[in-house]
Antibody, heavy 118, light 106 residues
Framework: DVQLVESGGGLVQPGGSLRLSCAVS????????MDWVRQAPGKGLEWVGRTKNKASNYITEYAASVRGRFTISRDDSNDSLHLQMNSLKTEDTAVYYC?????????WGQGTLVTVSS | DIQMTQSPSTLSASVGDGVTITCRAS?????LAWYQQKPGKAPKVLIY???TLESGVPSRFSGSGSGTEFTLTISSLQPDDFATYYC?????????FGQGTKLEIK
């Protein structure tokens, strides 16, 4: 079974940094693109960004709202995905999910909460 | 960027009713999913590739449509179905979501 487990969330002050991780199992991680999606409290879902696979030169793509502040990386040797978040703003407060589209079907982790507050 | 317009934003219905939620894409897409979400939980996949029922999802849920118009239909509402529903296009580049439909008990 495909499984994704996020970790690393917590409370951080505005302007601070946080690194999220997503551990995956149940599929050949290094073959696939991986995405991050977030959901602010009481709000809808927002695509954050993506890392492509080695065959696509690990190209990363980002939503305009996080471009230049967030960096997505992957460790194919450990089947893990990361989201480095810098210069955090209060509006980045959200549950962050990693998502994998395995043969056309989306798989989501359970999410990790990031709270940006002083 | 592909914009997803979902309607209605709120839907009131009774147990046993049939309901339909619509999602319109700003350009033609092939890859569309529908999710159910309850408070404090991750979105649950109901339908993917517009009309493929996710394993384990009851058959009262169905998805249809193509191009720019898609629908999620629940044929006979059960108490567990009252939740928020989202459409999601994963066709190209910057994936996007509908604004959500909150399905409430009438």
């Amino acid at each position: 079974d495909v499984q994704l487990v996020e970790s690393g969330g917590g409370l951080v002050q505005p302007g601070g940094s946080l690194r999220l991780s997503c551990a995956v199992s149940g599929f050949t991680f290094n073959d696939h693109f991986m995405d991050w999606v977030r959901q602010a409290p009481g709000k809808g879902l927002e695509w954050v960004g993506r890392t492509k696979n080695k065959a696509s030169n690990y190209i990363t793509e980002y939503a305009a709202s996080v471009r230049g502040r967030f960096t997505i990386s992957r460790d194919d040797s450990n089947d893990s995905l990361h989201l480095q978040m810098n210069s955090l703003k209060t509006e980045d407060t959200a549950v962050y999910y990693c998502v994998q589209y395995y043969y056309g079907a989306p798989y989501w982790g359970q999410g990790t909460l990031v709270t940006v507050s002083s | 960027d592909i914009q997803m317009t979902q309607s209605p934003s709120t839907l009131s219905a009774s147990v046993g009713d049939g309901v339909t939620i619509t999602c319109r894409a700003s350009q033609s897409i092939d890859w569309l999913a529908w999710y159910q979400q309850k408070p404090g939980k991750a979105p649950k996949v109901l339908i993917y590739k517009a009309s493929t029922l996710e394993s384990g999802v009851p058959s009262r849920f169905s998805g249809s449509g193509s191009g720019t118009e898609f629908t999620l239909t629940i044929s006979s509402l059960q108490p567990d179905d009252f939740a928020t529903y989202y459409c999601h296009q994963y066709n190209s580049y910057m994936y996007s979501f509908g604004q959500g439909t909150k399905l409430e008990i009438k």
